[in-house]
T-cell receptor, first 115, second 113 residues
Framework: DGGITQSPKYLFRKEGQNVTLSCEQN?????MYWYRQDPGQGLRLIYY???????QKGDIAEGYSVSREKKESFPLTVTSAQKNPTAFYLC??????????????FGPGTRLTVT | AQSVAQPEDQVNVAEGNPLTVKCTYS??????LFWYVQYPNRGLQFLLK??????LVKGSYGFEAEFNKSQTSFHLKKPSALVSDSALYFC???????????FGSGTQLTVLP
């Protein structure tokens, strides 16, 4: 997990509330990613960013939003529009993907429970 | 469209025996393939990757994987399993300019003492 921090580790929210998950990296990586993990489904890509002030939707972006104002930070907001937000959320980063197929480094994850 | 399949949800092996975790893929063009491991309530740890070259790739903790283009497979192997290898293993391939990962559904490996 080294170099990428996610906070908090556990998060509880009431339905209808927006919530923001933090992701910070000190690896000087250009690219950052958000994935959602559900039991038996592997990981699915929510959003990704290759450079500051630019990001793209992944496979399941509906109900989520992101920002990339600093290279080190890529916060994810889970909005009330997300139909089933309870999941384990993982942030990752990598070196510049345009320069090679570099492995992604993952943070420890945030487990979000919405009731 | 690209996809990754891990046909076994669960693999059990005795400590000291060889282990194999299977992965097949589908992608147009050359695949870039990865294996990651996840311990309970933790993030994923990178084990190894295949980009090009030798079909046998060696990685962390004694793991290796064999790329087979004709069978579109990338099976993870280890000659002698340890109890501490028990974890959830994910195969993934990368695609696109941003190198987004597509993951298999994961295989739970249990090494029995």
């Amino acid at each position: 997990d080294g170099g990428i921090t996610q906070s908090p580790k556990y998060l509880f929210r009431k339905e209808g509330q927006n919530v923001t998950l933090s992701c910070e990296q000190n690896l000087n990586h250009d690219a950052m990613y958000w994935y959602r993990q559900d039991p038996g489904q592997g990981l699915r890509l929510i959003y990704y960013s290759q450079i500051v002030n630019d990001f793209q939707k992944g496979d399941i972006a509906e109900g989520y939003s992101v920002s990339r104002e600093k290279k080190e930070s890529f916060p994810l907001t889970v909005t009330s529009a997300q139909k089933n937000p309870t999941a384990f959320y993982l942030c990752a980063s990598s070196l510049n993907p345009r320069q090679g197929a570099y492995e992604q480094y993952f943070g420890p994850g945030t487990r979000l429970t919405v009731t | 469209a690209q996809s990754v399949a891990q046909p076994e949800d669960q693999v059990n092996v005795a400590e000291g025996n060889p282990l194999t975790v299977k992965c097949t893929y589908s992608v147009s063009g050359n695949p870039y393939l990865f294996w990651y491991v996840q311990y309970p309530n933790r993030g994923l740890q990178f084990l190894l990757k295949y980009i090009t070259g030798d079909n046998l790739v060696k990685g962390s903790y004694g793991f290796e994987a064999e790329f087979n283009k004709s069978q579109t497979s990338f099976h993870l192997k280890k000659p002698s399993a340890l109890v501490s290898d028990s974890a959830l293993y994910f195969c993934a391939l990368t695609y696109g300019s941003a190198r987004q990962l597509t993951f298999g559904s994961g295989t739970q490996l249990t090494v029995l003492p």
